[in-house]
Structures are given as structure tokens and as C-alpha cells.
């Protein structure tokens, strides 16, 4: 079955750096855009990068352009989110998902930028 998980998440100083990881399994991860979206407490989830099955063509939701970047491994199995120069309103709980009707999501990773 479609599993996809998350990791690299954890509590990070502003200005800071993570890469979080999202391994796939149970599909060929070549064959399907993907997607990074996060939620922020008594917040609506929002896109925060995709990225096309090839990994040619990627886009960036609100506030994260220019910090982050979003790369993908089909061989590897994995998608990746680096994010650098880390801001406070960027914690939440961030989620890995598969384009297509359904979509799928992972659990999620934790996310929090705070001094």
C-alpha cells in the first residue's frame, strides 16, 4: 500500500536550517508529482512546495520562496525540503503528499522555530 513517511523535523533557532526527508513506498515515486505542506495550530494547511514527477519544474506557497528548496530522489525513493534561514512562523507540523485523486499523506513532522 501507499506509505509515505516524514523525519528531519525538530526544534531549530531563527535564522536556522533542516532538510526534512519523505520516503515513499508502495508506488513508483517517478510517476507522481509531490508536495510539502504544512499546518500551524488552529491554522488551515497550506502548500508549501511542489514538485513534478521529473523533477523539472517545482513552485513555492507564500513566505517560503527564496528558502527553501525542494528536490527529489526517484531512484532514492525520497523527496526532500531544505529550508533554510528559518523564521518563527514557520512552525507547524509539516506533511509529505502525493499528487492524484486520492491523494495521499504522510503523518507529519514537527517543525519548530523558537530561541
Do not use: H
Amino acid at each position: 500500500q501507499v506509505q509515505l513517511k516524514e523525519s528531519g523535523g525538530g526544534l531549530v533557532q531563527p535564522g536556522g536550517s533542516l532538510t526534512l526527508s519523505c520516503t515513499a513506498s508502495g508506488f513508483a515515486l517517478k510517476d507522481y508529482g509531490m508536495a510539502w505542506y504544512r499546518q500551524a495550530p488552529e491554522k488551515e494547511r497550506q502548500l508549501v512546495a511542489f514538485i513534478a514527477s521529473t523533477g523539472y519544474m517545482t513552485n513555492y506557497g507564500d513566505g517560503v520562496k527564496g528558502r527553501f528548496t525542494v528536490s527529489r530522489n526517484n531512484y532514492g525513493n525520497t523527496v526532500y525540503l531544505e529550508m533554510k534561514n528559518l523564521k518563527p512562523e514557520d512552525t507547524a507540523t509539516y506533511y509529505c503528499s502525493r499528487s492524484g485523486n486520492p491523494r495521499y499523506w504522510g503523518q507529519g513532522t514537527q517543525v519548530t522555530v523558537s530561541s
